[in-house]
């Protein structure tokens, strides 16, 4: 199984990918692990990864045409045939479906996996939208970029690749496991395995901390058109309050699809 990482700090996975059943598998030949350097993929002489959202707010966005660029440049020019061939395309995102057991489980059935390791305030929109078939969460908590929730899911299922663990009963019986449970004759993650065609402003990356512990609202930066696909009005209308309704009216969708249980105790 091969796993690529596209991050802005390649050599953060120097450490996670040099131990233990990783290491093991790697040197067995079961896996192949590749890190890109996301700055590899700009134009501009300063190599730009990110820049300021539209609508205002804190934060740097990381920008969508670098990213575009690298997945493209390793899965070829469309993420849906990519994810119909065996090949996921993961955004880590706060703001995304939780990772459970079931999650690791379909990833290990592919044949690929491209792990996108977001930082600053989040990733522009149209990642989510148009490129990535999974945004998946590691917790309720926010980190400082998605390096640290890509090496724990590139473990969670590594283990699960047949021969990485020597003994394949350890995977079964363990915490977790759906064997001899009623959960194993439910949909493995029906939610989380839906290709993300996404309705136009829904990813973000952190939980809200305007308005109980909601999801994020979306963020956009520049640039404002690409390929076709638009920056919402809203957000350059210069209209605070407007904005300010759009941005909570579309953290409460997020939040009702990728995480309903939060909304029980959201004001």
């Not at 079931?102 to 592919?110: P, S, V």
Request: proline letters at 5%; charged letters at 30%.
């Amino acid at each position: 199984m091969k796993f690529d990482l596209i991050t802005i700090f390649p050599e953060f996975f120097a450490g996670p990918l040099d131990y233990g059943i990783v290491r093991r598998a790697r040197e067995a030949r079961l896996i192949e692990t590749r890190v890109h350097d996301l700055r590899d993929f700009t134009h501009d002489r300063h190599r730009t990864v990110d820049d300021r959202p539209f609508g205002g707010g804190e934060g740097m966005v990381m920008k969508p045409e670098p990213l575009f660029e690298a997945v493209e440049t390793l899965v070829g020019k469309s993420s849906g045939p990519a994810a119909a061939s065996g090949t996921a395309i993961v955004l880590l995102s706060a703001a995304g479906k939780l990772f459970r057991q079931e999650t690791a489980r379909r990833f290990a059935a592919l044949e690929r996996m491209v792990l996108i390791c977001g930082r600053y305030e989040g990733v522009d929109e149209r990642v989510a939208e148009y490129l990535a078939t999974d945004e998946i969460s590691i917790g309720d908590f926010v980190l400082s970029g998605g390096e640290l929730a890509a090496a724990m899911i590139l473990d969670a299922v590594t283990r699960l690749i047949p021969g990485a663990l020597g003994n394949e009963d350890s995977a079964v019986n363990e915490s977790f496991s759906l064997e001899g449970t009623s959960e194993a004759k439910a949909p493995l993650d029906s939610a989380a395995s839906e290709p993300s065609r996404r309705k136009p402003g829904l990813a973000s990356h952190h939980l809200e901390n305007r308005g109980g512990g909601i999801l994020d609202y979306p963020h956009y930066t520049r640039p404002q058109t690409f390929r076709g696909w638009d920056v919402p009005e809203v957000l350059v209308s210069g209209n605070h309050e407007e904005i300010r309704r759009w941005r909570r009216a579309q953290a409460l969708e997020k939040t009702r699809r990728n995480r309903p249980d939060l909304l029980e105790r959201a004001r």
